[in-house]
């Protein structure tokens, strides 16, 4: 059995992504700020794919700025809130205790240059709620960032309510969307957002393009200088392949939505209720509000990192959190934020599945996730003090 349970890292490309890609590889190559038909081929591709990408936030095709992922978006748009609001005396930012890294490292370097950062407290479940939000602005609050769902818990924030409370106190809200754009019905308009950032390869689209949404009168700062490339505010020469292929995996994730939703859930929940048998493991993150394909859950007494060798060698590809924190000894501060303790912290596992993956193989998960476990127990120091008592267990 071979089963790819990882979707929150990347996905697969689509067929239907790589065959609209592979013409602007092969015969549409032409760089689309070149006058001759080759390259103006290449800009209605681009203008086009701009087009659809609006359309599925609902959003102007002018708001919408190419990048090269999710990270370069994120980074451009915290850095635009910051620096229109040095213009006006106004240097403090708020955000969340569990946003990506190209969240948190962004806000740690503008910390450097003198600006505020508040991170909110996230609730136990993995839930921000919007009188938080509202009791931490400011006079002088510039940027309200908090992310659309969690990549390692899943659970899905109050974007709407968030964004109506910035919106009233006229503040700019930015929400790092990469893991809900194809998974979450998202209208810019109606959920009260000022700056939006997706990633491709979230979403059966190819890595390393991205898009930023930003409301028409905002203006952009580029992070990138040279030519005047996405209207001068992001500069290169555009990945016309990746945005196409962006394009075309985002509007067929839309058309599907509800569908591959409907079957992500049921599958989910079969894995959340296989899991929770185990003794001593608790699910992370809100049992409702996740992502429809988000299961991640810690077991106490083993390590994480041991879980996903051994369950690779049963043809199951899983994680334990966030792929950029995997290989480092520190446990997730995702995690931390809703107030694991670093013992159980190490232990989770996270299984965020796509659409393909069947019920058979959800119960093969199951199955295996339970092996693995007792197997680890069994060779654990940890374990054995704590079924001795000389450790208190921390969960049930
Ligand atoms: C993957 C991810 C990113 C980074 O996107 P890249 O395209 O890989 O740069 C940012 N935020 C979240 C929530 C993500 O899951």
């Not at 290449?42 to 359309?55: F, K, M, Q």
């Not at 503008?110 to 996230?122: A, C, S």
Request: glycine share 8%; charged share 25%.
């Amino acid at each position: 059995m071979n089963i790819y349970a990882d979707n929150a890292a990347t996905t697969r490309m689509s067929e239907k992504a790589l065959n609209a890609m592979l013409p602007y590889f092969r015969d549409v190559y032409g760089n689309p700020s070149s006058l001759h038909s080759i390259g103006q081929r290449a800009n209605e591709a681009l203008w086009a794919a701009r087009e659809t990408v609006a359309r599925c936030i609902n959003a102007d095709p002018k708001e919408i700025t190419f990048t090269s992922g999710g990270s370069e978006a994120d980074n451009q748009a915290i850095v635009t809130a910051a620096k229109l609001g040095a213009k006006k005396g106004k240097k403090h930012i708020i955000s969340t205790a569990f946003e990506h890294h190209a969240v948190l490292h962004t806000l740690n370097k503008l910390q450097k240059e003198g600006y505020e950062i508040t991170l909110l407290d996230v609730h136990e479940n993995g839930l921000v709620s919007p009188e938080q939000v509202a009791e931490a602005i400011r006079d002088d609050t510039c940027l309200v960032t908090v992310m659309f769902a969690n990549n390692e818990i899943g659970t899905v924030q109050p974007i709407k309510e968030i964004g109506e409370v910035c919106r009233g106190k006229k503040v700019l809200f930015h929400t790092d969307a990469v893991q809900a754009a194809g998974h979450l019905f998202i209208d810019v308009k109606d959920m009260n957002v000022d700056m939006l950032s997706i990633s491709a390869h979230k979403f059966h689209g190819p890595k390393g393009v991205g898009a930023l949404f930003c409301r028409k009168g905002i203006i952009l700062s580029s992070i990138i200088e040279g030519g005047a490339q996405e209207r001068g505010k992001r500069a290169g020469t555009e990945n016309i392949p990746g945005i196409v292929g962006m394009a075309t995996a985002l509007e067929d994730a839309c058309e599907r939505l509800d569908e591959n939703a409907a079957k992500m859930k049921k599958t989910r929940d079969i894995l959340i209720n296989g899991l929770s048998q185990i003794p001593h493991s608790v699910l992370n993150g809100d049992r409702e509000k996740r992502l429809p394909g988000n299961v991640n859950f810690c077991f106490e007494g083993i390590e994480g990192e041991s879980i996903l060798l051994l369950l690779d060698d049963k043809g199951i590809s899983a994680s334990s959190g966030s792929a950029c924190t995997s290989g480092s000894l520190e446990p997730s501060h995702v995690l931390l934020a809703i107030g694991r303790p670093h013992e159980i912290a190490h232990g989770s596992l996270r299984l965020s599945i796509d659409e393909t993956v069947s019920e058979e193989e959800a119960k093969y998960i199951i199955d295996s996730v339970k092996e693995t476990v007792e197997l680890l127990r069994g060779m654990s120091p940890v374990w054995r003090d704590l079924m001795s008592g000389k450790q208190k267990f921390i969960t049930k």
